[in-house]
């Protein structure tokens, strides 16, 4: 199951950085994939990104390639999300889900889904 918590401020200005961070228990985390999924208002769930189980492969919507990383720490048993040059189209509930094995950014494929985490991106 994930935990996610954001490290700053939910209300971001456009052009700002914010780091999400998905805590996992109760599996053994580096069997492993861990997908980052966001929500806008009105619109369906998407795929984010994606790091493999030992964060050697990383994958990204091309939305946000290039804008944000997601890196991972399992010895902490921890996923992040850097977020990184945040425009007001970013603006969602941003949702942590694991997956056993390889990476997917359908959410279909997802196992276990922690609860979702707003991220405001406005002036």
């Known amino acids: 199951r994930c935990s996610c918590r954001r490290l700053g401020g939910g209300l971001v200005q456009p052009g700002g950085s914010l780091r999400l961070s998905c805590g996992a228990s109760?599996?053994?985390?580096?069997?492993?994939?861990f997908g980052w999924f966001r929500q806008a208002l009105g619109k369906e769930r998407e795929g984010v990104s994606c790091?493999?189980?030992?964060?050697?492969?990383?994958y990204y919507s091309d939305s946000v390639k290039g804008r944000f990383t997601v890196s991972r720490d399992n010895a902490k048993s921890t996923v992040y999300l850097q977020m990184n040059s945040l425009k007001p189209e970013d603006t969602a509930i941003y949702y942590c889900?694991?997956?056993?094995?390889?990476?997917?950014?359908?959410?279909?494929?997802?196992?276990?889904w922690g609860k979702g985490t707003q991220v405001t991106v406005s002036s």
């Open positions: 889900a694991v997956k056993r094995y390889g990476c997917s950014m359908s959410e279909n494929d997802m196992k276990y």
């Open positions: 109760g599996i053994t985390v580096e069997e492993h994939a």
């Open positions: 790091i493999s189980r030992g964060g050697g492969s990383t």
